[in-house]
Nanobody, 119 residues
């Protein structure tokens, strides 16, 4: 099993920046992909960004050029640097890890951290 703990959310003004962190523990060696998802009130949980073990990244169109996902393998931590934040970025942000067991991927989720962009 993989445990994920997020930190770094908060209240920020439009145009501001925040950095989210997600520390992984447990069966670290089974993780193939880590990422961030977000869920606004009344909406579904959507992909924000992912990063593979090899460092390949993928972003939602809405955050390209503003958000950067990175990982520190020595610390088993993935980061999401969010710049030029907009009110529509307001959501609960969840860390996700996809672990491979045999031929099946299993998801793990963090508890979520609130990001509010407001003046």
């Amino acid at each position: 099993q993989v445990q994920l703990v997020e930190s770094g959310g908060g209240l920020v003004q439009p145009g501001g920046s925040l950095r989210l962190s997600c520390a992984a523990s447990g069966s670290i060696s089974s993780i193939w992909v880590m990422g961030w998802y977000r869920q606004a009130p009344g909406k579904q949980r959507d992909l924000v960004a992912t990063i593979t073990n090899g460092g390949n990244t993928n972003y939602a169109d809405s955050v390209k050029g503003r958000f950067t996902i990175s990982r520190d393998n020595a610390k088993n931590t993935v980061y999401l640097q969010m710049n030029s934040l907009k009110p529509e970025d307001t959501a609960v942000y969840y860390c996700n890890a996809q672990s491979l067991k045999g031929v099946t991927f299993f998801p793990s989720w963090g508890q979520g951290t609130q990001v509010t962009v407001s003046s």
